[in-house]
Nanobody
Framework: VQLVESGGGSVQAGGPLRLSCVASGYTYRRHCMGWFRQAPGKEREGVAMLNTGSGDKYFADSVKDRFDISRDNTRKITYLQMNSLEPKDTAVYSC???????????????????WGQGTQVTVS
């Protein structure tokens, strides 16, 4: 499985940005897809998760009501729509995935098998 992120860049505080994560190389129908971020000098933080089978979503408290995660199952793209961005959202954002038989994804600490290379988001 390969994951490739895009859509990062520089944005002014209060603005939106949408990240994309394109998946390839798998046929399994149900995954937990996650977006994570890591700022310089800080630990990696889970931001949002989505179950590709049920569409169930889960968000970190720090981004709830500002970010949304969605999925185009036909094209195997997972999106992270980020609104009302703040300087504290500056980080490298990465998508990740693991196979699951569950209908929900709630554990950012789970062992994600597949990771993208990350894309930089800078908010000023």
């Amino acid at each position: 499985v390969q994951l490739v992120e895009s859509g990062g860049g520089s944005v002014q505080a209060g603005g939106p940005l949408r990240l994309s994560c394109v998946a390839s190389g798998y046929t399994y129908r149900r995954h937990c897809m996650g977006w994570f971020r890591q700022a310089p000098g800080k630990e990696r933080e889970g931001v949002a998760m989505l179950n590709t089978g049920s569409g169930d979503k889960y968000f970190a408290d720090s981004v709830k009501d500002r970010f949304d995660i969605s999925r185009d199952n036909t094209r195997k793209i997972t999106y992270l729509q980020m609104n009302s961005l703040e300087p504290k959202d500056t980080a490298v954002y990465s998508c990740a995935a693991y196979k699951t038989a569950s209908h929900s994804c709630r554990n950012f600490g789970r062992d994600f098998n597949f990771w993208g290379q990350g894309t930089q988001v800078t908010v000023s």
